[in-house]
């Protein structure tokens, strides 16, 4: 299982950025995605969460009607579109598969929101 996020940079408070993960491995149309978050000095957070279909998704509050979590199960990929971003947007976010047998997590993509 592999878990690649890309699209992560610097952004000034209001930008937008969207976040990609290409996923190999395993059946990805079979199984959720999500995405997670880490800032510094912090516990890792659920930000995002879609299912296999992409036909029902979740949001933590702080990211509600900001951000858009979508999935093209034809790319293998899910992506996690970020608007109005925040300072306190400013983490290392983590694509991540809850399979049968195990957790597993890409290596993260860094996003600062920084003027």
């Known amino acids: 299982v592999q878990l690649v996020e890309s699209g992560g940079g610097l952004v000034q408070p209001g930008g937008s950025l969207r976040l990609s993960c290409t996923a190999s491995g395993f059946t990805f149309s079979s199984y959720g995605m999500s995405w997670y978050r880490q800032a510094p000095g912090k516990e890792r957070e659920l930000v995002a969460s879609?299912?296999?279909?992409?036909?029902?998704?979740n949001y933590a509050d702080s990211v509600k009607g900001r951000f858009t979590i979508s999935r093209d199960n034809a790319k293998n990929t899910v992506y996690l579109q970020t608007n109005s971003l925040k300072p306190e947007d400013t983490a290392v976010y983590y694509c991540a598969a809850r399979l049968p047998w195990g957790m597993y997590w890409g290596k993260g993509t860094l996003v600062t929101v920084s003027s």
């Open positions: 879609i299912t296999n279909t992409g036909g029902s998704t």
